[in-house]
């Protein structure tokens, strides 16, 4: 569904990701981890047409994605910080959003399902610049969910949101998910990981140092946490230490 082929990215000096190779499919839902500053929201963004590469091609349903951006609309993102223009109601924001997605082709019933469940039309029309950041946050949600995209991107999407609309938002993303939508999610909350993804893609030093099932990590390093699999690998730098066998298994007949 969405292949990079070598895709390189640099700032300045600064080499963030080197030569990427990797394709994601439908019905996976994958976490993309790393320490900071190892270019999860760079990857992201470059699948969003965001940040443009220096190098590499980008396909999505196998069709190179040269100058025209119109797979965006088969895509909802919800960003880490979402930038929307402050003085902006929210009821004028979903308008908005819904007029510019009808106009580029989207025709369907918007997915009001988190509209509802965070109660937003009780705050429709507070602007955008007087919410707080978990509001902001759960507005985001709704509108990456809204136009029923068949890949859904959510960079952090838990972070500053309260208990309650963290478990509405992972209960969301169960139901998508349950549907064979692809999803991807950025996010330093192992439990959440661990909750909402089957596979683990690792970035480190500007590379992928692994992608691969969720199940399959935790029987190849003999460990159930995700969250401890993965803490060891930014401990040791991308090398799981391999578990020490026990003695029984070390018999040689
Ligand atoms: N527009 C930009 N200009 C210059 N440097 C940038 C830009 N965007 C990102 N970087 C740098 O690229 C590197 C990767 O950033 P990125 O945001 O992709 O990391 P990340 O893995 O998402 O980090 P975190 O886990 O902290 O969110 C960082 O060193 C960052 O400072």
Redesign the pocket.
Known sequence: MIRFENISKR??K?E?LKDINIAFNKGQSIAIV????????????ILLGM?IPNSGKLFFNEIWINKDHKYRGDIGYMP?ISQYPPNLKISQLLEMMTDIRTNSGWSGTPDDDLLKAFDIANIQNKTMSSLSGGTRQKVGAALAFRFNPNVLIL??PTAGLDPASCEILKEKIQKERAKGKLIII?S?IMADLEELTDHVLY?QDAHIQFFEKTDNLRSKYKEDKLGKIIANLMKNKGEIKTPKLKTTENITL
């Open positions: 700032f300045g600064l963030v790393g320490p900071n500053g190892s270019g999860k929201t760079t990857l992201i963004k940040v880490q960079d952090e950025t330093h970035i």
